[in-house]
Structures are given as structure tokens and as C-alpha cells.
């Protein structure tokens, strides 16, 4: 296996110019505790896909779905702020994470269904609505930046 690393000095070495990308993203600025909030929030998004995707890995879907709703869905709306961050936000931005919170709740109706019904097709639904959620975070992260 060939390590990143070693492929950038190979190909640093035959002439490539390798160099970072600008950034072209909307820059968004936050006063900075709210900045410091925000980037705690993403990070918490992040552990929680690791949480759903692990329960989900162990048959626990009833913990998928708790940690899922209590942690991104539309019912941790108050605890992330969200409301207060959103001033800062420019409404596309603002549309995405709200649309983040719903994408989080319509994956957990998905595993509910796939729990009761326990076909191929609602197991589809359950990825499907879990690729849902991390696109949108994709979507905003290609789009914004807060520093």
C-alpha cells in the first residue's frame, strides 16, 4: 500500500505543481464564543453519525434512532442554539442546517419502518435517509466557512 504522503512527493518530484485549492467558500462570521459553539456543534454531528452508524453495525437500532433524534433531529434544535446561530447565518445556510435537523428526523422514521416491516427495501430507506443527513452536511461544508 502505497501511503498520501509518498504519492505527494512522488509526484512533487516528477514536476507536478501541487498546491492547496483556494478556498471558494462563503465566508460566514460569528462573533467568536458563538464561532467556538458552532464548531462544538459540528463536531458533536460528527460523533453522533459515528453513534448511529456504530448501533446500527450492533443490530441496536432503538439506540440508533434515540441518539439520532436527541442529537441532530428536530428535537435538538434548543440544545444546539440553533436559533441564535441562525442570526448569523446567511438563509441558504440557515435552510441547510434546518434541513440537517429534518434529514436526521426522517432517518429515524426510516429505521422505525425498517424495524417494523424488516424488508430489503425498507433496510435501502434506512442508508438512503442516512446518506441524506451527511449530504446536507457536505452541502454546507462546500458552501461555508467560519474561519
Known sequence: MIRSGLIVVLLVGAGFNVQAQEDNREMVQFPEMMQQHMLSNMRDHLRTLEEIMS??????SDKAVEIAEARIGMSSLEMHGAAQL????PPPMQAMGTELHHAASRFVI???????????????????ALGDV???????????RIR
Do not use: I, P, R, W
Open 55 to 60: 448501533a446500527l453495525a450492533d443490530g441496536k
Open 86 to 89: 441562525a442570526e448569523f447565518m
Open 110 to 128: 426510516a429505521v422505525q419502518n425498517a424495524d417494523t416491516e424488516q424488508t430489503f427495501k425498507s433496510q435501502q430507506a434506512v442508508f438512503a
Open 134 to 144: 451527511v449530504a446536507t452536511c457536505n452541502a454546507c461544508h462546500s458552501s461555508y
